[in-house]
């Protein structure tokens, strides 16, 4: 099966550290998302790749993140000097298209900053 | 007051039940998916519409645009349905890729 995957699934850094995590999208899916997930809550949007182009970031990323897809292909997002806050389930999603079809989900990469 | 709103937030039911979870949305889409997430795991998508209804199995979800609603309805709910489901509406024109998501609604069936 070939289906979104993200790695690692779980990090446990100290503040300070720098992290990062990949994904790696189905094959042929142009469309590339990342996704921030706190306990009780909703995922929250934080960046968009429409092949190897950065097309949107939120502005819940502050500049410590950092999102690439340089081939179009995997993608990863480095965040820089962690805090407690960063704690969260990070989520990556693929989809095929012009517009939004079907999303794919990885299974997280769940981060604990110490 | 967030732009999707779930109801209800928890929801405990018994196997065989009729399970009914609803979405209101407050902006304009081009389309509504409903998706379940397992305790620890990832997240499936489960539909994708734009109109009307859909049907997969015992799961069926409808959408009512100029009320700007949807529901999902599960029939026979089984233990193996316990999950957090979550609606996600996708933005339209220009932000036709970026979904924005409900806090969610946690389901338990108890055998």
Redesign the interface.
């Known amino acids: 099966d070939t289906g979104v995957s993200q790695d690692p699934r779980h990090k446990i850094t100290k503040r300070g550290q720098n992290v990062t995590f990949r994904c790696d999208p189905i094959s042929e899916h142009n469309?590339l998302?990342w996704?921030r997930q706190t306990l009780?809550?909703?995922?929250?949007?934080l960046t968009?790749f429409?092949n190897e182009a950065q097309?949107?970031k939120s502005r819940l990323l502050s500049d410590r993140f950092s999102a690439e897809r340089p081939k179009g292909s995997f993608s990863t997002l480095e965040i820089q000097r962690t805090e407690q806050g960063d704690s969260a389930m990070y989520?990556c999603?693929s989809s095929l298209g012009e517009?939004?079809?079907?999303?794919?989900?990885?299974?997280?990469s769940r981060l604990t900053v110490l | 007051k967030n732009e999707v709103e779930q109801s209800p937030q928890n929801l405990t039911a018994q196997e065989g039940e009729f399970i009914t979870i609803n979405c209101s949305y407050s902006v304009g889409i081009s389309a509504l998916h409903w998706l379940q997430q397992h305790p620890g795991g990832g997240i499936v998508s489960l539909f994708m519409l734009s109109s009307g209804k859909k049907k997969h199995g015992r799961l069926i979800a409808t959408i009512n645009i100029q009320e700007k609603h949807s529901s999902l309805h599960i029939t026979a709910s089984h233990p193996r349905d316990s999950a957090v489901y979550i609606c996600a509406v996708q933005g339209d024109g220009g932000s036709n890729y970026k979904l924005t998501f409900g806090k969610g609604t946690l389901l338990t069936v108890n055998p």
């Open positions: 469309r998302y996704y009780g809550q909703g995922p929250e949007f968009y429409q097309l949107e989520l999603a517009n939004t079809g079907e999303l794919f989900f990885g299974e997280g």
